[in-house]
C-alpha cells in the first residue's frame, strides 16, 4: 500500500467510519455525494467572488486603486460596461478569469 499523507489519512479515517464530516488543519470538510453516487468530502464555506468584485479587482489591478481616483468604484463599473457595450463585447469581457469558456482561441 502507498504511503499516505494526513489529510488522505485523515479522510480515509472519517470514510471508513462513515461520518458526516471530519476537520484537519483548521478547516471542516463535509460528506457529500456525487451524481454517480460516490462519496466524497467538500470543504466547507468556500465562497466565489461575485460579479461586481471581480470587475472592481481587475479595473484596480489594470487602471489603479479607487482612492488614487476621484471615481467610485461604481461609477468606474458602469464606465467600463459601457465602453465594452459600445465596442460590440459583452459587459464583462475585460475579465479574463469571467470570460474563459467565451473567449476565443487564438
Known amino acids: 500500500m502507498p504511503k499516505m499523507n494526513a489529510y488522505m489519512i ?4 472519517a470514510r471508513k467510519g462513515n461520518k458526516k464530516s471530519f476537520t484537519y488543519k483548521g478547516v471542516t ?3 457529500a455525494k456525487t451524481k454517480t453516487g460516490m462519496v466524497i468530502y ?4 468556500r465562497k466565489k467572488q461575485g460579479y461586481n468584485a ?3 479587482e481587475s479595473l484596480g489591478m489594470r487602471r489603479g486603486k479607487a482612492k488614487s481616483k476621484k471615481q467610485s468604484y461604481k461609477s468606474r463599473r458602469d464606465e467600463s460596461k459601457g465602453a465594452s ?8 469581457a475585460s475579465v ?11
Open 10 to 13: 485523515a479522510k480515509e479515517k
Open 29 to 31: 470538510y463535509t460528506q
Open 42 to 45: 467538500k470543504r466547507k464555506g
Open 54 to 56: 471581480k470587475l472592481d
Open 85 to 92: 457595450k459600445g465596442a460590440g463585447k459583452r459587459a464583462y
Open 96 to 106: 479574463k478569469t469571467m470570460d474563459k469558456k467565451r473567449r476565443k482561441r487564438k
